[in-house]
C-alpha cells in the first residue's frame, strides 16, 4: 500500500507556507530540480550501461580472465548511478510500472543457467526455479512448447521474464547480468564472491559449464536490453519526457512523489526487504547483489540517493554537480528546526551505510555480516536499518507540516464518494 | 438536557475523538497476553507429547491468538513479528532450514535457537513440521519430534518477551506521544497515525497477500500461494485478522462506525460460503469466485475504515512495511 500517493487537489503548500516568506524556494522549482536529477543519473546510468555492454562483447568476442575482469569491472561502475535512481521509484509511476525490467530481485538464477546441486529444484512458488535455459534449446511453460533455440531479447524480454507469471523468475535487468558474470557465489556467509570461469564463454571444447555458446548469445541480449531499457528511462525525464511531465504540471502532485519515493524505498523496500530480512534468515542469498559481493554498494548508493532526493543535489559520473531548489529549502522556511531533523537523520543513515562499505572493503564482506550468531554484522547492518527506519518518521512528519497529507487525503476516492465503494 | 445534547450531537456529527490509551489498554495489550498464553499451552502441550496429532490443537488456538495483534509492526513488534510469522515464504527457506535443522542435532540447541533463521522459527516452521507429509511423518523420540518442542519453546518465549516488551515499555511510548523527551512520537497525533496505519496496513496484507496470492488469475489460481494452507488456516486467518482490525477500530475511536461493522459483516457472510477452508479449490471457477467475493468485502472494510477514522479524524496513514515491491 503506497499511502502519501498521488492524486491531488492544489492548495495546501501555498497556505500553510504562505506566513515565513523571503527569497523562499516554491515546488515548481524544486520538482524541478528533482527532475533534472533524475534526468542526469538516468543518463548517468545509460552511458555506464553502455559501457557494460562494450566490455560484454568484448568478453564474448575474446573469453579471458581480462576481459571478464574488464565485465565485472563495468558492471559495478553501472551500479553506482543507477542506484542512486531508486528513490525515483514508489513515488513516480512510471518508474515504478518499468522498475522491474531493470532491477528485479531477488531471483530464481537456476531459470537461466546452471546451478549448484544445493540449490534444489522446483518450489512450491516456482515451478520453473530450475529451468536453466541457457541448456535447454526447447522448453516448455505453462503446457506450451517454446523455441528457445536462438536466445535474443525478445526471447528474454516476452517470454522468459516473469515466466508464469512468477516475480523470481527473473530473466532481465542488472541482477541476471550479474549472475552471469559472476556465478552463484557458493561460499555461504564465508569470504568470496561468485567463481563464473571466463572459459563459461570460451567456444568449442575449452567450454565450461556447457553451451559457452548460448551463454554468450544471452548475457550479449540480456545487456542489450538493459541498454534499450535505460535508453527509455532518460527520455522520460528529459525535456518534454512523460515522468517529468508528471512530476512538474502539478507540483504539489510533485512533493508527493518525492516524499512517498523517500519513504517507500527507506522503509519498506530498503530497511526491511532488502537489509533487516537478509539478516534475520541468515540467508547469503538475501543480499541484494548476491552474486558479485556488491551489496555494501548498493545499499549505500540506494540511502544517497535518498539524501540526494532531500537536498536537491545530485555528483554525476564525470564529477560535475547537479543542484538547485530542494525540499530542505522549503522545510527550513516552514519549519527549520523539522530541517535539521531531517538532514541530521539522513546522515545518521549514510554514516551507518558507509560503516558497511568500510567493513565490506577491509574483507567483512556483506554476506558475512549476514551469518547466524554474528554480532558485528548484525550491529552494522542494524545500525543502517535503524536510520532509514528512524529518517521515515521525519518523512512522514514533513508531510504532515507541509499539510502533503491532507492534498494526498482530498484525493482519495473513497472520500470523494464514499457511498460509491458499498454499492 | 442530557439528552438535548446527545441528539444535538449525533445530528451534527460530533468531531470524532481518537483514544490511543484505550486502544493500547483495551485492545493491544490483552492482546499480547492472550497470545503468550497460548504460545506457553503449546510449548506445554509439545513438551509433554511433540506428535502432531497431540500438538496440532495447540498450535491452532495460539496462531487464532496471534492474530489479535499480527497486524501491529511498530515498536517490539518491528522487527519481533518477523520471527513469529515469517510468511510468505516464494524461495521456500523454510522447508531447506527445517531440513537442516533436523539433519544437525547441535543446530537445534534450545540456548542458540533464537539466533537461527527467522525462516526455521514460528509459526509457519510449525505449520510445515506438524502438517507437511515431508516432515510430519515423524514418531516420538525423532530429530523432529524434538524439533518441534524446540520452535515451540522458541515461540513461548518470544511471545512472552514480546508482551513484556508492550506492557513494559511500549505502550507507554504510545500513550505518552507528545510529552517531552518522547522521541518517537512527537504529537498525539503521530501515534494516532501509527496505529491507524497498522490498522489499514493490516488489512492491505489480507487482501493483497492472503487472497490476491491465492487467487492468482482466472487462468492461473495459486492454492499453494496460500497461507499456512497446509495447516488449513487461510480463510480463518482472514477473518481472524479482519475482526482485529474492526476491534481496533473501535478501540481507536469513541464514536459508532456504522459503515466499518457492515462491512465486517458483509466479509463474515462472504466467509460463510467458502467450502474449503485452505482455499485449495480455487481452481474451480465456481469456488475461486467465492474466494474473490471475499477479496472485494475486505477491500471494502479498508475503504470504511479510510473513511469512518481517515475521514472523520482527518488522518491519512503513513509508511508501512508492505510499500516496497
Redesign the interface.
Known amino acids: 500500500?503506497?499511502?502519501?500517493l498521488p492524486a491531488v487537489g492544489a492548495m495546501a503548500l501555498t497556505l500553510t507556507l504562505a506566513a515565513p516568506a523571503s527569497a523562499q524556494v516554491t515546488p515548481d522549482q524544486i520538482v524541478a530540480t528533482y527532475a533534472d536529477i533524475a534526468a542526469a543519473k538516468y543518463a548517468d546510468s545509460l552511458t555506464t550501461a553502455q559501457t557494460l555492454q562494450a566490455a560484454v562483447a568484448a568478453l564474448t568476442a575474446d573469453p579471458s580472465q581480462e576481459t571478464l575482469v574488464a565485465a565485472r569491472t563495468a558492471w559495478l561502475a553501472a551500479r553506482v548511478p543507477y542506484q542512486q535512481t531508486e528513490v525515483y521509484r514508489?513515488g513516480n509511476p512510471i518508474v515504478d510500472d518499468w522498475e522491474g525490467r531493470v532491477n528485479a530481485w531477488?531471483l530464481?538464477e537456476g531459470l537461466i543457467d546452471y546451478v549448484d546441486a544445493s540449490y534444489?529444484g522446483p518450489?512450491?512458488?516456482?515451478q520453473f526455479a530450475a529451468l536453466n535455459v541457457i541448456a535447454s534449446p526447447q522448453i516448455t511453460l505453462?503446457g506450451q512448447v517454446v523455441d528457445a533455440s536462438t536466445i535474443t531479447p525478445a526471447l528474454i524480454a516476452d517470454t522468459l521474464n516473469e515466466a508464469?507469471?512468477i516475480?523470481?523468475n527473473v530473466a532481465r535487468g542488472y541482477h541476471a547480468i550479474e549472475f552471469l558474470l559472476w556465478g552463484q557465489d557458493l561460499n555461504g556467509t564465508g569470504p568470496g564472491a561468485g567463481e563464473r570461469p571466463f572459459t563459461d564463454y570460451v567456444a568449442g571444447d575449452a567450454c565450461t559449464g556447457g553451451n559457452c555458446d548460448r551463454r554468450a548469445a544471452y548475457l550479449t541480449a540480456a545487456t542489450t536490453l538493459l541498454v534499450t531499457d535505460l535508453e527509455e528511462m532518460a527520455t522520460a525525464w528529459a525535456t518534454d519526457g512523460a515522468a517529468r511531465t508528471a512530476v512538474t504540471a502539478n507540483p504539489d502532485a510533485g512533493l508527493i512523489a518525492m516524499l512517498t519515493g523517500m519513504?517507500?524505498?527507506?522503509?519498506?523496500?530498503?530497511a526491511?526487504?532488502?537489509m533487516?530480512?537478509g539478516l534475520?534468515?541468515?540467508?547469503p542469498?538475501e543480499e541484494h547483489d548476491c552474486f558479485s559481493d556488491n551489496t555494501h554498494n548498493s545499499h549505500y548508493y540506494d540511502g544517497l540517493g535518498v539524501q540526494n532526493a532531500y537536498l536537491g543535489r545530485y555528483v554525476r559520473t564525470d564529477g560535475s554537480v547537479i543542484e538547485g531548489a530542494s525540499l530542505s529549502d522549503l522545510v527550513a522556511a516552514a519549519d527549520p528546526a523539522l530541517d535539521a531533523e531531517m538532514t541530521g537523520k539522513l546522515d545518521t543513515t549514510m554514516t551507518a551505510l558507509g560503516a558497511i562499505v568500510t567493513a565490506a572493503e577491509g574483507g567483512f564482506a556483506y554476506d558475512m555480516m549476514l551469518e547466524?550468531?554474528n554480532a558485528e554484522g548484525e550491529a552494522l547492518v542494524m545500525a543502517g536499518v535503524d536510520g532509514l527506519?528512524d529518517q521515515?518518521?521525519t518523512?512522514?512528519?514533513i508531510t504532515?507540516t507541509l499539510g502533503l497529507?491532507?492534498i494526498?487525503?482530498e484525493g482519495?476516492d473513497?472520500?470523494d464518494d464514499?457511498t460509491a465503494?458499498?454499492q | 438536557m442530557i439528552r438535548t445534547v446527545l441528539a444535538l450531537s449525533v445530528l451534527s456529527a460530533a468531531p470524532v475523538q481518537a483514544d490511543v490509551s484505550r486502544a493500547v489498554t483495551d485492545h493491544i495489550l490483552p492482546g499480547f497476553a492472550q497470545f503468550a498464553t497460548h504460545a506457553e499451552a503449546l510449548s506445554a502441550t509439545a513438551a509433554a507429547d511433540c506428535t502432531p496429532a497431540a500438538v496440532q490443537p495447540a498450535y491452532q488456538a495460539a496462531f487464532d491468538a496471534w492474530l489479535g495483534v499480527a497486524n501491529l509492526h511498530i515498536g517490539p513488534s518491528?522487527?519481533g513479528a518477523?520471527?513469529i510469522a515469517?510468511w510468505?515464504?516464494?524461495?521456500?527457506?523454510t522447508p531447506?532450514a527445517l531440513t537442516a535443522l533436523i539433519a544437525d542435532p547441535a543446530s537445534r540447541d534450545p540456548a542458540?535457537f533464537a539466533?537461527?533463521?527467522?525462516?526455521a522459527r514460528g509459526l509457519f516452521a510449525l505449520d510445515m513440521l506438524l502438517y507437511d507429509p515431508a516432515f510430519a511423518g515423524y514418531a516420538a523420540g525423532d530429530a523432529t519430534c524434538t524439533l518441534v518442542q524446540v520452535v515451540s519453546a522458541d515461540l513461548a518465549a518470544q511471545a512472552t518477551a514480546l508482551d513484556a516488551a508492550w506492557r513494559d515499555a511500549f505502550a507507554a511510548v504510545l500513550t505518552s506521544a507528545g510529552a517531552p523527551g518522547n522521541a518517537?512520537y512527537?504529537t498525539g497525533?503521530?501515534a494516532l497515525?501509527a496505529l491507524y496505519?497498522q490498522l489499514?496496513?493490516g488489512l492491505?496484507f489480507d487482501a493483497?497477500m492472503r487472497l490476491a496470492r491465492p487467487l492468482?488469475?482466472f487462468d492461473?489460481p495459486r492454492p499453494?500461494?496460500a497461507e499456512a494452507w497446509r495447516s488449513g488456516r487461510p480463510l480463518r486467518n482472514v477473518v481472524l485478522s479482519v475482526k482485529a482490525a474492526q476491534g481496533l477500530a473501535h478501540a481507536l475511536t469513541d464514536t459508532d462506525l456504522p459503515?466499518t461493522d457492515?462491512?465486517v459483516a458483509r466479509v463474515e457472510v462472504a466467509a460463510s460460503r467458502i467450502d474449503d477452508p485452505a482455499f485449495q479449490t480455487v481452481t474451480d471457477p465456481q469456488a475461486r469466485l467465492l474466494v474473490d467475493v471475499l477479496h472485494q468485502r475486505v477491500a471494502?472494510v479498508e475503504?470504511?475504515i479510510?473513511?469512518e477514522i481517515?475521514?472523520a479524524l482527518?488522518?491519512?496513514?503513513?509508511?508501512?512495511?508492505?510499500?516496497?515491491?
Open positions: 500500500m503506497n499511502t502519501v514508489f531477488p530464481d534444489g518450489t512450491d512458488a516456482n505453462a508464469d507469471g516475480e523470481t519513504g517507500s524505498l527507506s522503509y519498506g523496500e530498503q526491511g526487504e532488502r533487516r530480512l534475520m534468515l541468515n540467508d542469498e547466524q550468531g527506519i521515515t518518521r518523512i512522514e512528519r504532515t497529507d491532507q494526498a487525503f482519495s473513497s472520500l464514499p465503494v458499498f | 518491528e522487527t518477523l520471527s515469517y510468505p515464504d516464494d524461495r521456500a527457506f531447506r542458540t539466533e537461527v533463521s527467522i525462516a518517537t512527537m497525533d503521530e497515525r496505519t489499514l496496513t492491505t493483497d492468482g488469475t492461473q499453494r500461494m459503515l457492515a462491512a471494502a475503504v470504511a479510510d473513511t481517515g475521514g482527518g488522518i491519512a496513514a503513513g509508511f508501512n512495511a508492505l510499500d516496497g515491491d
